[in-house]
């Protein structure tokens, strides 16, 4: 990947970051203070939704990459070795997306009015709508990242941010409220039909046939999404696992501290998630060196966790009041310790790429699930609010990362006397 192509990934990437905070700037500029709860809610649902399925972004890459590894050594067939066929990765994503949509619609009677109370109605179909949409985004963009193909993915990125820019801009000209502020959001997840329409080799891209035969596809996109929930759980679903932790009164005060996590998460990690589909690729190409394939990428990764948090720590009390108001004082330590906590998510993420790079799909996941079930178990510590979610933040990725690294040096080419032509015995 050149450095044109890397810039062009971190540019859509920083963009779409920014459209993120500009929608809810405009929600809490244009709607009242109930309405924004409500829409803040759907906010966090969403994209916890669509964090789950972006697990077929990470294993179509890995898929799309081995695929074309395949091509150039030689003809590869329609079928396995087996006689069994290989599935059409694109397909097989929108019927993923499709059953997702179709199982929240129908268990919605008991998630929705909990979670959207009387705005469930208008609520739910956005949430199913935008399932479907985002399954055929998520292919599309782990094709481009296995194929190499970096302009395309950048303008993928890009595309999705513009697209819910522009119908944000129709909704607050209409006139903004929580459904209209909802379709908004998930209008970008359709801008990859626009691709499809316009481009034969986006065609070309979603109807591309997979490495392995439907069930073992199926059983990696289904790892993949596993580790993807757990992952969702931490980065945009953590104020659920804190309200599942936390007595009513401290929790409905807590309003600057779930600010707060936003903030100091999103300019590391959507970046980074942008750039997942990259780091799967680069680490694929280098699978022999382990371990050193990733070691410049965490030093780079833990230089802007510390430039991060010391930015934190001296202008982060200040923006939050200047932002949103003197109800949102927070205090420097806490800022700065959540930015640093930020960086091991994005060590946790950078390591999931690796193993998936190794094709240790049940690794991958069970790394996730492990910081997942860890930062849950700090929750309930008898600390104070900020204190749980600082030490729950920094040691469930670190026990993922534990697992990753393990199983990642367990799986490297051993190395003395037998002149590293044996491995390790198979990792989970």
């Given at each position: 990947?050149?450095?044109?192509?890397?810039?062009?990934?971190?540019?859509?990437?920083?963009?779409?970051?920014?459209?993120?905070?500009?929608?809810?700037?405009?929600?809490?500029?244009?709607?009242?203070?109930?309405?924004?709860?409500?829409?803040?809610?759907?906010?966090?649902?969403?994209?916890?939704?669509?964090?789950?399925?972006?697990?077929?972004?990470?294993?179509?890459?890995?898929?799309?990459?081995?695929?074309?590894?395949?091509?150039?050594?030689?003809?590869?067939?329609?079928?396995?070795?087996?006689?069994?066929?290989?599935?059409?990765?694109?397909?097989?994503?929108?019927?993923?997306?499709?059953?997702?949509?179709?199982?929240?619609?129908?268990?919605?009677?008991?998630?929705?009015?909990?979670?959207?109370?009387?705005?469930?109605?208008?609520?739910?179909?956005?949430?199913?709508?935008?399932?479907?949409?985002?399954?055929?985004?998520?292919?599309?963009?782990?094709?481009?990242?296995?194929?190499?193909?970096?302009?395309?993915?950048?303008?993928?990125?890009?595309?999705?941010?513009?697209?819910?820019?522009?119908?944000?801009?129709?909704?607050?000209?209409?006139?903004?409220?929580?459904?209209?502020?909802?379709?908004?959001?998930?209008?970008?997840?359709?801008?990859?039909?626009?691709?499809?329409?316009?481009?034969?080799?986006?065609?070309?891209?979603?109807?591309?046939?997979?490495?392995?035969?439907?069930?073992?596809?199926?059983?990696?996109?289904?790892?993949?999404?596993?580790?993807?929930?757990?992952?969702?759980?931490?980065?945009?679903?953590?104020?659920?696992?804190?309200?599942?932790?936390?007595?009513?009164?401290?929790?409905?005060?807590?309003?600057?501290?779930?600010?707060?996590?936003s903030l100091t998460r999103a300019p590391l990690m959507i970046p980074l998630q942008a750039y997942q589909g990259v780091a799967i690729t680069h680490f694929m190409s280098r699978r022999s060196e382990g371990l050193k394939a990733v070691a410049p990428i965490f030093g780079l990764v833990i230089g802007v966790a510390v430039v991060g948090a010391a930015a934190a720590w001296l202008l982060g009390p200040w923006l939050m009041v200047a932002f949103f108001g003197e109800h949102y004082d927070m205090?420097?330590?806490?800022?700065?310790?959540?930015?640093?906590?930020?960086?091991?998510?994005?060590?946790?993420?950078?390591?999931?790429?690796?193993?998936?790079?190794?094709?240790?799909?049940?690794?991958?996941?069970?790394?996730?699930?492990?910081?997942?079930?860890?930062?849950?178990?700090?929750?309930?510590?008898?600390?104070?609010?900020?204190?749980?979610?600082?030490?729950?933040?920094?040691?469930?990725?670190?026990?993922?990362?534990?697992?990753?690294?393990?199983?990642?040096?367990?799986?490297?080419?051993?190395?003395?006397?037998?002149?590293?032509?044996?491995?390790?015995?198979?990792?989970?």
């Amino acid at each position: 990947m050149g450095q044109a192509s890397a810039a062009g990934v971190g540019a859509a990437s920083l963009a779409s970051a920014a459209v993120g905070y500009v929608v809810i700037v405009v929600a809490a500029r244009t709607l009242d203070k109930q309405d924004n709860a409500a829409f803040l809610t759907f906010w966090s649902v969403v994209f916890l939704v669509i964090g789950v399925l972006g697990g077929i972004a990470v294993e179509t890459t890995r898929a799309a990459k081995t695929a074309r590894n395949l091509e150039v050594s030689g003809s590869v067939p329609a079928e396995t070795p087996d006689g069994r066929r290989r599935p059409r990765m694109g397909p097989v994503a929108l019927a993923v997306g499709l059953g997702t949509g179709l199982v929240l619609a129908a268990a919605s009677p008991l998630w929705a009015p909990p979670v959207f109370g009387t705005y469930a109605t208008a609520l739910v179909p956005v949430v199913c709508v935008t399932a479907v949409f985002y399954a055929g985004h998520a292919v599309m963009m782990g094709q481009f990242g296995g194929l190499g193909r970096w302009g395309t993915y950048s303008r993928m990125i890009a595309s999705e941010s513009a697209v819910r820019l522009a119908v944000l801009v129709v909704v607050v000209l209409i006139g903004a409220t929580v459904a209209g502020l909802a379709w908004a959001t998930a209008a970008g997840t359709a801008a990859w039909l626009l691709f499809m329409l316009l481009s034969p080799q986006s065609r070309r891209a979603f109807l591309q046939r997979s490495d392995t035969s439907l069930r073992p596809y199926l059983r990696t996109v289904w790892h993949a999404c596993m580790a993807a929930a757990a992952s969702a759980s931490l980065v945009v679903g953590f104020p659920v696992l804190l309200r599942l932790t936390t007595t009513d009164s401290v929790y409905l005060e807590s309003a600057a501290l779930l600010m707060a996590l936003s903030l100091t998460r999103a300019p590391l990690m959507i970046p980074l998630q942008a750039y997942q589909g990259v780091a799967i690729t680069h680490f694929m190409s280098r699978r022999s060196e382990g371990l050193k394939a990733v070691a410049p990428i965490f030093g780079l990764v833990i230089g802007v966790a510390v430039v991060g948090a010391a930015a934190a720590w001296l202008l982060g009390p200040w923006l939050m009041v200047a932002f949103f108001g003197e109800h949102y004082d927070m205090s420097a330590a806490v800022l700065a310790a959540l930015t640093f906590d930020a960086g091991f998510l994005a060590l946790l993420t950078l390591t999931g790429a690796l193993t998936i790079a190794s094709n240790r799909h049940r690794a991958y996941s069970l790394g996730w699930v492990t910081a997942c079930v860890v930062s849950f178990a700090m929750l309930w510590l008898p600390l104070d609010i900020e204190t749980r979610t600082i030490i729950s933040l920094a040691a469930g990725p670190l026990c993922g990362i534990a697992v990753h690294l393990w199983v990642i040096v367990r799986s490297a080419p051993a190395s003395g006397a037998a002149g590293g032509a044996k491995r390790s015995t198979a990792a989970p």
